[in-house]
Each structure stands twice: as structure tokens, then as C-alpha cells.
């Protein structure tokens, strides 16, 4: 009877040890959570345009937040092609950063193709006078090392990159911030994320 309840108590205790939670890595206490002041009212009435790099449905949560705040005047396409949608000079270009399998098999994309993108993005920068607003929304699951090689070199281009802490676990997005000197925020909450997208706009929640 006890070798029963002893087995019953040992499976007990290992089941409880398995439902917990595996501890998150160390993120550094230096990765910066406050919204850098001099971008705000970045938009400033600009033309505002919003891509996917990487052709995951994260683009549309960032739009979600955009609409619920009334903020409509953009122009969203998923592979954005500046002749054929004719990007103004001066715009802001919201890139939102994280690969997905499903989303580039079904627009027929390749990481590669995606990364070539970024290069057309670098150089058409300086001749349109363009500011880029890098956001990586998509947490862990838009970690890895496919979305790694996308999201440093989309980092790279950026004057500005968002991202969510849960993608941040190793530290690595506050790492490619401070180690390129690319201004950066980190925001733990969805309301910290609405807070520094209304920033850009200076607007109050």
C-alpha cells in the first residue's frame, strides 16, 4: 500500500514539474523601454506606407491598432513596388519585420527575394528622402534563424525600430539596436506598442 502511494505521489510531483513554466532567458536591464523623444510626431502629416518583410500576418495586427485609433491615412501592400504604387518623396515606410513559411508560399516569395528587398529599400532611401519605421510584432514565433537574417538586415535601414519584449528573450533585437546605433524601443505590453505608435503621431491615447 505505501509502494502505491509513494508511485501515486512521485508521479504527482512530476507531473507539476512538467506544467511549469520554462524560465525566460536574461534579457539586459539596459534594453531601452522609453519611447525616444525625437521621434515624436515623427509623421508630422507625412505620406505613410506600410510593408511586410517577411510576409507574415503581423501586418495586419499593426494596421488593426492603426484603424482603432483612427489612423487610416496609409497605403498598405504587402510587397510594396515603388513605381507601381508611386511613393512619394519624404514618406514614412512602416516595415513590418518576421518570416512566415505560409505567407511567403503563398505570395511566392523567398527569403532571399525578401532581403533583395531590403537592398531596393536601402538605395531608394536617400533619392526619395524616405524614414523608415522598422516593427518586429511577432514574438518568439517570428524568431529563428531564417527570421534573424531578415530582421538584421531590416534593423539596419531603420531610423527608428518597435518591437514587442516577448521576440527580445535573448536580447538579441536590443542588442542589434545598440551595437548599430539604430534608436529603438522595446514595449512590453500591446498598450506600451499603441502608446509609441500614437507618439509618432504626438496624439494621446
Request: net charge negative.
Amino acid at each position: 500500500m505505501k509502494k502505491i502511494q509513494v508511485f501515486f505521489l512521485i508521479m504527482i510531483m512530476f507531473f507539476l514539474t512538467s506544467c511549469k513554466k520554462p524560465k525566460k532567458p536574461y534579457v539586459p536591464d539596459d534594453c531601452n523601454q522609453i519611447f525616444p523623444v525625437e521621434f515624436v510626431d515623427f509623421i508630422q502629416g507625412r505620406p505613410l506606407y506600410i510593408t511586410s518583410l517577411g510576409q507574415s500576418i503581423d501586418i495586419e495586427m499593426l494596421v488593426t491598432r492603426l484603424n482603432f485609433y483612427d489612423i487610416t491615412n496609409y497605403v498598405i501592400e504587402y510587397v510594396l513596388d515603388f513605381e507601381e504604387t508611386q511613393v512619394e518623396d519624404n514618406a514614412v515606410i512602416f516595415l513590418v519585420v518576421g518570416a512566415s513559411i505560409k505567407g511567403l508560399g503563398d505570395s511566392d516569395r523567398t527569403i532571399e527575394g525578401e532581403i533583395q528587398r531590403i537592398e531596393e529599400l536601402r538605395q531608394y532611401k536617400l533619392s526619395k528622402n524616405l524614414s523608415y519605421v522598422t516593427f518586429h510584432l511577432g514574438g518568439i514565433y517570428r524568431r529563428g534563424e531564417t527570421s534573424d537574417s531578415l530582421i538584421k538586415e531590416a534593423f539596419l535601414i531603420a531610423d527608428l525600430a518597435i518591437y514587442l519584449e516577448d521576440g527580445n528573450f535573448d536580447g538579441y533585437l536590443c542588442r542589434l539596436g545598440k551595437e548599430n546605433n539604430i534608436p529603438y524601443v522595446g514595449c512590453a505590453t500591446y498598450r506600451e506598442l499603441d502608446n509609441a505608435l500614437l507618439s509618432l503621431y504626438n496624439l494621446q491615447p
